[in-house]
């Protein structure tokens, strides 16, 4: 969808916002059951402010608006903040910030000091305003640069230097335990200038487990290697990969490249094309015997599956370029197919069918002005039931329960419950308020401050995507609050009783056979005492005061899985790779008996990536 459309689409949506206003806010108002309920509303900004108006002072920038992003880390204990300052026409100023989800012990991971017009760089999203994608051990996250106005940029790495031209894209992985940032691939590549551009749809994705990750580079596929820190290429692109995904087992990779291929995530061999007409990848399905691909020919958009046994090729739908497909939590397929007359949109019908693209059945069709509002469902986490701007439906297609959710919605971890926007009038203006209603739309509860202020989800979020407003267990969530006239911009975590408080366990998720495993256990960066420590269901012992717990009796390579668990808080567990005696010494020496330190700030830490930062800042 081009940004005119979006900004159209934007504008009808507020058209309808405010003719249903005042009819949607009093039935609102008369439902006040719901079994969710707020503790408290702490601001996150108030506490990252601080930093950048000492950052704004070193540098001898005044602003009198800064933008703000924001994400998860994968336990949900914390909160990633990028706080932006970008003038029209000026240098930025940039920072990522890293918190507690409390509020508590802000680090700065990375900003751009120095900046000028001669010496340009700024962190950035990609285009669902995505700052970071965190591997699933949540130790590692990566995140987006990019040079502007620079027509020759320096960047010193190491030991090297490498000439690049403006507009380059790099990818940087932040190691939160160690306190080190690295840029990707750098090492491996004579000319970094290769970078020309990077694929801005999966730029860069983590395998399952987390310890590699693959990317785009001048439309050639890289495989990251996390453990020794270089990058593999392993498809040399004639035509250009214009996207790429792992598989669920993260043995293979699919990628588009004049067509629809499938290559070993190793080396590069096993290639096969499946498919010639393939331009958009949409998915693997949950058992990895299918890819569900979309084809674009003569304005119109096609979604075929393709079995990878026999390579069979089953075409779903056809309908406009507008349309689209997402995989359910089950499996299952949920795809719209819109009607065009003259150029304007006047049908939209949503439909269910199984992994294998048969049974297909419409669950809701809107013959109205305002069809494209389908285009907004989305699936529960549990796949029973799917949202869209008007209703909440049954994914069988029993039932619909109709509730004006709009544009802007977002699903509990649990899909017990949905979150959504709701406009106010404030005088002659209009306040944004965030409501959470049951997964049936019953029990409306305003949960964002009765004052007047704006209050908002994240916004942007592609289809079938996992919500960046609650955190992964559900017990928080991130709002935004603007003035009425958008001057101002505050990020709230709003905190849900009833929960159980979030529970970190923290090792190096790699070691060799017969060495000492040291496990921290944390809740928002304090000790958890007499938590309960198992190794693959076996019960091994419990941490200690400090929270720390040592474990060395692992004589059998593999991967293994550690647990704690501790009454009032949440179970916590992540994977441990056990290396034989075989191991390479160059990864046994990057092994390390002691505990990672986890405090002080990354910005006083000299590794590469701040030589390179230098380079480009002039620092």
Same mark, same amino acid.
């Given at each position: 969808?081009?940004?005119?459309?979006?900004?159209?689409?934007?504008?009808?949506?507020?058209?309808?916002?405010?003719?249903?206003?005042?009819?949607?806010?009093?039935?609102?108002?008369?439902?006040?059951?719901?079994?969710? *309920?707020?503790?408290? &509303? =702490?601001?996150?900004? @108030?506490? $990252?402010?601080?930093?950048?108006? %000492? /950052?704004?002072?070193? #540098?001898?920038?005044?602003?009198?608006?800064?933008?703000?992003?924001?994400?998860?880390?994968?336990?949900?204990?914390?909160?990633?903040?990028?706080?932006?300052?970008?003038?029209?026409?000026?240098?930025?100023?940039?920072?990522?910030?890293?918190?507690?989800?409390?509020?508590? *012990?802000?680090?700065? &991971? =990375?900003?751009?000091? @120095?900046? $000028?017009?001669?010496?340009?760089? %700024? /962190?950035?999203?990609? #285009?669902?305003?995505?700052?970071?994608?965190?591997?699933?051990?949540?130790?590692?996250?990566?995140?987006?640069?990019?040079?502007?106005?620079?027509?020759?940029?320096?960047?010193?790495?190491?030991?090297?230097?490498?000439?690049?031209?403006?507009?380059?894209?790099?990818?940087?992985?932040?190691?939160?335990?160690?306190?080190?940032?690295?840029?990707?691939?750098?090492?491996?590549?004579?000319?970094?200038?290769?970078?020309?551009?990077?694929?801005?749809?999966?730029?860069?994705?983590?395998?399952?487990?987390?310890?590699?990750?693959?990317?785009?580079?001048?439309?050639?596929?890289?495989?990251?290697?996390?453990?020794?820190?270089?990058?593999?290429?392993?498809?040399?692109?004639?035509?250009?990969?214009?996207?790429?995904?792992?598989?669920?087992?993260?043995?293979?990779?699919?990628?588009?490249?004049?067509?629809?291929?499938?290559?070993?995530?190793?080396?590069?061999?096993?290639?096969?094309?499946?498919?010639?007409?393939?331009?958009?990848?949409?998915?693997?399905?949950?058992?990895?015997?299918?890819?569900?691909?979309?084809?674009?020919?003569?304005?119109?958009?096609?979604?075929?599956?393709?079995?990878?046994?026999?390579?069979?090729?089953?075409?779903?739908?056809?309908?406009?370029?507008?349309?689209?497909?997402?995989?359910?939590?089950?499996?299952?397929?949920?795809?719209?197919?819109?009607?065009?007359?003259?150029?304007?949109?006047?049908?939209?019908?949503?439909?269910?069918?199984?992994?294998?693209?048969?049974?297909?059945?419409?669950?809701?069709?809107?013959?109205?002005?305002?069809?494209?509002?389908?285009?907004?469902?989305?699936?529960?986490?549990?796949?029973?039931?799917?949202?869209?701007?008007?209703?909440?439906?049954?994914?069988?297609?029993?039932?619909?329960?109709?509730?004006?959710?709009?544009?802007?919605?977002?699903?509990?971890?649990?899909?017990?419950?949905?979150?959504?926007?709701?406009?106010?009038?404030?005088?002659?203006?209009?306040?944004?308020?965030?409501?959470?209603?049951?997964?049936?739309?019953?029990?409306?509860?305003?949960?964002?401050?009765?004052?007047?202020?704006?209050?908002?989800?994240?916004?942007?979020?592609?289809?079938?995507?996992?919500?960046?407003?609650?955190?992964?267990?559900?017990?928080?969530?991130?709002?935004?609050?603007?003035?009425?006239?958008?001057?101002?911009?505050?990020?709230?975590?709003?905190?849900?009783?009833?929960?159980?408080?979030?529970?970190?366990?923290?090792?190096?998720?790699?070691?060799?056979?017969?060495?000492?495993?040291?496990?921290?256990?944390?809740?928002?960066?304090?000790?958890?005492?007499?938590?309960?420590?198992?190794?693959?269901?076996?019960?091994?012992?419990?941490?200690?005061?400090?929270?720390?717990?040592?474990?060395?009796?692992?004589?059998?390579?593999?991967?293994?899985?550690?647990?704690?668990?501790?009454?009032?808080?949440?179970?916590?567990?992540?994977?441990?790779?056990?290396?034989?005696?075989?191991?390479?010494?160059?990864?046994?020496?990057?092994?390390?008996?002691?505990?990672?330190?986890?405090?002080?700030?990354?910005?006083?830490?000299?590794?590469?990536?701040?030589?390179?930062?230098?380079?480009?800042?002039?620092?």
């Amino acid at each position: 969808m081009n940004r005119t459309l979006k900004i159209s689409l934007l504008i009808m949506l507020f058209l309808v916002s405010i003719i249903g206003v005042a009819g949607t806010s009093a039935a609102l108002e008369e439902q006040t059951v719901n079994s969710l *309920e707020v503790s408290d &509303i =702490i601001s996150i900004s @108030n506490v $990252t402010d601080i930093y950048f108006d %000492e /950052l704004a002072r070193d #540098e001898n920038v005044s602003y009198n608006y800064r933008s703000l992003l924001e994400c998860w880390n994968p336990d949900g204990s914390k909160v990633l903040v990028l706080t932006r300052y970008a003038p029209l026409g000026e240098p930025e100023l940039d920072a990522l910030y890293f918190l507690n989800a409390d509020g508590t *012990e802000p680090r700065e &991971i =990375i900003a751009t000091r @120095n900046n $000028t017009m001669e010496r340009s760089l %700024e /962190l950035t999203a990609n #285009e669902h305003f995505e700052i970071a994608r965190w591997n699933s051990a949540g130790d590692h996250f990566a995140f987006y640069g990019n040079v502007v106005n620079v027509s020759d940029t320096m960047m010193v790495v190491g030991d090297d230097t490498f000439i690049g031209a403006a507009g380059v894209s790099v990818v940087g992985i932040a190691d939160i335990n160690r306190n080190s940032v690295e840029v990707i691939g750098v090492r491996n590549l004579s000319n970094i200038s290769i970078w020309n551009w990077i694929d801005h749809e999966r730029e860069f994705e983590w395998e399952p487990n987390g310890t590699d990750a693959i990317m785009i580079l001048n439309g050639d596929i890289w495989v990251v290697q996390k453990y020794d820190s270089s990058s593999n290429q392993i498809i040399d692109s004639e035509k250009g990969v214009s996207e790429c995904m792992w598989n669920h087992k993260g043995d293979q990779i699919a990628f588009v490249e004049d067509g629809l291929w499938t290559t070993d995530r190793y080396t590069g061999d096993d290639l096969k094309q499946l498919a010639s007409n393939a331009d958009r990848l949409i998915g693997w399905s949950l058992d990895d015997s299918m890819i569900y691909y979309s084809s674009y020919e003569d304005e119109s958009c096609s979604h075929f599956v393709v079995q990878l046994n026999d390579s069979k090729i089953t075409k779903i739908s056809t309908g406009s370029l507008s349309d689209y497909m997402s995989i359910g939590p089950d499996g299952r397929l949920l795809f719209t197919n819109s009607t065009y007359q003259d150029g304007k949109l006047i049908s939209s019908c949503l439909n269910i069918a199984d992994a294998d693209g048969t049974h297909i059945n419409i669950l809701d069709e809107n013959a109205s002005e305002y069809a494209y509002l389908i285009s907004k469902a989305s699936w529960s986490p549990k796949g029973d039931k799917i949202a869209t701007a008007f209703n909440i439906i049954d994914a069988n297609g029993s039932e619909k329960h109709e509730i004006v959710l709009g544009d802007t919605f977002s699903w509990h971890p649990s899909g017990d419950y949905i979150a959504f926007e709701v406009d106010h009038p404030v005088g002659d203006m209009y306040a944004t308020k965030v409501y959470v209603a049951n997964s049936d739309g019953s029990g409306v509860t305003q949960v964002s401050p009765d004052d007047n202020y704006s209050y908002s989800l994240n916004d942007w979020l592609p289809h079938g995507s996992v919500s960046n407003d609650w955190s992964p267990d559900g017990s928080r969530m991130l709002i935004k609050r603007n003035g009425l006239n958008h001057s101002s911009e505050e990020l709230l975590v709003v905190r849900f009783s009833g929960f159980d408080e979030i529970m970190s366990l923290d090792f190096k998720d790699y070691t060799t056979v017969r060495k000492d495993v040291h496990i921290s256990v944390t809740s928002m960066s304090q000790p958890v005492q007499h938590a309960l420590i198992t190794l693959d269901g076996r019960e091994i012992g419990v941490t200690d005061e400090n929270g720390s717990f040592t474990y060395y009796i692992i004589d059998e390579p593999g991967t293994h899985m550690l647990n704690a668990s501790k009454e009032g808080y949440l179970d916590s567990g992540k994977e441990l790779t056990v290396y034989g005696d075989a191991y390479s010494s160059v990864k046994d020496d990057e092994i390390s008996d002691q505990v990672d330190d986890t405090g002080g700030s990354m910005s006083t830490i000299l590794t590469p990536i701040w030589d390179w930062l230098n380079g480009i800042t002039g620092n």
